[in-house]
């Protein structure tokens, strides 16, 4: 019994060994196509087999400055040193100049940062917009000197301000405070504060 099983056992495993060396590791082999190909119709569930989701950029929206000052004007709950400068305000850009567009409120649209400063272009705060197709809209506000602003990986806002002792010239503030502003989905909060200082 022996003598007959084992050419048997011969054929069988070289009958496996055969049949796996034409496989390519993936089932049955198609020629000409090497490179699978993503299927141009849904599948069942609505997605085509190696579809993957894409990154929605927020629409352009765009937005004068002009438009912005209106806007503020027309906020009840303006800080009242901006309204003192927009008010005497004739020509918007002395008195307002566009910041970062930033994506804060992780919304649909984007936010645009807004600087508020004299005609000597000394930056006394910032606005934060939304501009939405209705037109922009104030979302929060900040009064600090020599303000920069940008956006964080995290999506919060990055704060940058002078701050002056009483010998400093106008040039040159002693320190610099660094805020880190987030969204809630209804207010700005502050999350940190440092105050680094000069030379």
């Not at 906020?75 to 008195?95: G, I, M, S």
């Not at 900040?142 to 002792?165: H, M, N, P, T, W």
Request: aromatic content about 6%.
């Amino acid at each position: 019994m022996r003598v007959r099983a084992c050419p048997l056992v011969v054929l069988v495993l070289a009958a496996v060994l055969t049949l796996s060396a034409c496989g390519n590791g993936g089932g049955l082999r198609v020629e000409g196509a090497e490179t699978p190909v993503a299927s141009a119709s849904p599948s069942v569930r609505g997605f085509a087999p190696t579809q993957t989701p894409e990154k929605r950029t927020p629409p352009a929206v765009t937005v004068s400055l002009a438009q912005v000052r209106l806007e503020l004007l027309a906020n009840k709950n303006l800080e009242p040193f901006f309204r003192t400068v927009l008010v005497k305000c004739e020509v918007v850009e002395r008195c307002l100049t566009r910041g970062p567009t930033v994506n804060v409120l992780k919304s649909n649209y984007p936010q645009l940062v807004v600087m508020v400063h004299t005609g000597e272009k000394f930056v006394y705060g910032a606005v934060l917009m939304a501009i939405e197709p209705a037109g922009p809209r104030q979302v929060w506000s900040l009064r600090g000197e020599r303000l920069k602003i940008s956006e964080s990986q995290q999506q919060d806002l990055v704060v940058e301000s002078g701050i002056f002792a009483v010998d400093d010239k106008p040039c040159c503030p002693s320190v610099t405070r660094v805020e880190v502003y987030r969204w809630t989905g209804r207010q700005m909060i502050k999350l940190s504060s440092q105050d680094q200082k000069g030379d």
